[in-house]
């Protein structure tokens, strides 16, 4: 397994590299909208691109599920799962809080996929990298990160983002946003999921949750707060986190403060 990490971190950096080099030369006037407030440039086809031939030809036994590419048909024992720029608003606008995602998943039978077993995450602007292999443990920049210690949701800042791909679940989104408001110290809203899981798993952030976020957006950064000593589940406080894209995690007692407020008020949500 460190050998595929060492895989999934040469990607990342050569998706860095493309970001970075392109970084404030490029505007939403130059970028194809996916839908309302979901923007992709040329540079996100470019950073996948690049990433995905060196994750097929590095590990050939695999297939790759990429934001801008779709998924190659393949019976393979492995799956790439990959955000080549999450947080594509704050780039165009110059705003230097993105990353890139990179998991991999193993197949347990014909069309059935495990578990996460590696994730990795870097931000290209600062170069900070956060990574995670299944059962052991969790680390920045080589270092071991353990989730925050807080057991009160009263003390806590927790992270958010608004559901851009689903808008029509705002209203739902706002009574809960409300009750968490009311009972944390705080609520803060990047921009890139990817990251607010990363220091969500470090304590910078006690806890997250988002509605209808795509696999690519948490399948690393679920594995790094789960690593962390964290728990990630879906609003229905199981695994399937990945299909419903409803997610919530923190440590194990604000995890569960959480998880029974948004229940309160999304619990009509469709998994």
Avoid at 6 to 25: M, P, Q, V, W, Y
Avoid at 144 to 159: H, N, Q, T, V
Avoid at 160 to 170: I, Y
Wanted: charged share 25%; proline share 4%; glycine share 10%.
């Amino acid at each position: 397994m460190k050998n595929l990490l060492g895989i999934a971190t040469e990607a990342l950096r050569l998706g860095s590299k493309i970001l970075n080099d392109h970084f404030g030369r490029v505007n939403l006037s130059q970028a194809d909208a996916k839908g309302i407030s979901d923007y992709v440039s040329d540079v996100d086809r470019k950073s996948e691109e690049v990433m995905r031939d060196f994750l097929e030809r590095e590990l050939p036994d695999s297939v790759f599920l990429g934001e801008e590419m779709g998924q190659k048909d393949a019976e393979c024992t492995y799956r790439w799962i990959v955000d080549p720029l999450d947080g594509t608003t704050n780039y165009l606008q110059k705003f230097p809080l993105f990353a890139i995602s990179v998991a991999l998943e193993k197949r347990i039978t014909g069309e059935h996929w495990g578990d996460i077993v590696l994730g990795a995450i870097v931000q290209p602007p600062t170069g900070d990298l956060w990574t995670a292999v299944k059962g052991g443990g969790a680390q920045k920049n080589g270092r071991s990160i353990c989730i925050g210690p807080k057991e009160d949701l009263s003390d806590c800042l927790i992270a958010t983002g608004f559901p851009f791909r689903a808008k029509n679940e705002l209203g739902v989104y706002l009574k809960t946003f409300e009750k968490l408001f009311l009972r944390c110290s705080g609520i803060r809203r990047a921009g890139a999921a990817a990251l607010d899981l990363c220091w969500t798993a470090e304590g910078v952030f006690d806890g997250f949750w988002e509605h209808r976020l795509a696999p690519w957006d948490i399948a690393a950064g679920a594995l790094i707060i789960k690593e962390a000593g964290g728990i990630f589940t879906s609003f229905e406080g199981d695994d399937y986190y990945l299909s419903s894209g409803n997610v919530v995690g923190a440590n194990p007692p604000i995890h569960s403060q959480m998880l029974k407020i948004i229940q309160e008020t999304a619990g009509s949500l469709a998994p």
